[in-house]
DNA sequence: GCAACCGTTTGATGCTCGTCAAACAATTGA
DNA sequence: TCAATTGTTTGACGAGCATCAAACGGTTGC
């Protein structure tokens, strides 16, 4: 038994906003943005993301993109990686750009 | 004497969120973008746009990523163009997004 | 006309990126 | 202990991108 940790990420102030516009430009990051909409944790596997036609080191790859631009975090709990939005510290540095970007995404509101 | 025209670019229905971001995740782009925030038109010199350092070739490519996303809009008068942000389209677009983007990149209210 | 001007286009170069495959690491279940 | 599970890392490859330099194309002024 461990206790949980996450993966390295950028603190909140370092956050930087071309960084976060180039990973959110391409359209599986893209997608990966509306899967963590719902605030909910997802794991790492393609086939709960939609993205059945990518092998999973390459959507290891995008989830490592997003990580670090500070748009997700990662939890680990034992062999498993769960995924969610950021959302409280991307509302906090860029106030209404990503709910301004999931209306744009045609996100359920 | 030859009437204004505009160079091509896509129709406000076409104009696509993620190739959006994409044009707008490179910093000398988001440097161009806050040029043009404050909805004048600007030539295409680089140092009217803060660009000293970029090849007059290098700035042009930048301003037709720009323009093919429809983040811009380019009128051609005689030997000049005016570049100018699609401001009221990209509202009705994606609304909110472009004063959210604006606002997080440090651009004048 | 002709030269200067403004910007685009083309070609070349080096770097980054998206993708897959295979190897690897850590964890869990039998 | 051993094998299956979950995801990462590394290496390779092709495509795309940012940049510069040089050539080109309209336009304007002399």
Same mark, same amino acid.
């Given at each position: 038994m461990t206790a949980d940790e996450r993966l390295a990420q950028p603190a909140t102030a370092d956050i930087d906003l071309v960084t976060v516009l180039h990973a959110l430009g391409d359209p599986v990051r893209m997608r990966l943005l509306l899967s963590y909409a719902d605030g909910a944790e997802h794991s790492c596997d393609p086939r709960d993301l939609g @993205?059945?036609? @990518?092998?999973k080191s390459t959507v290891s790859h995008h989830m490592r993109v997003l990580r670090e631009a500070g748009v997700t975090t990662t939890r680990v709990a034992g062999r498993n990686r769960f995924v969610s939005l950021r959302r409280a510290d991307l509302d906090a540095r860029f106030p209404g750009l990503l709910d301004a970007l999931l209306a744009a995404a045609g996100a359920p509101a």
């Open positions: @993205l059945d036609h @990518l092998h």
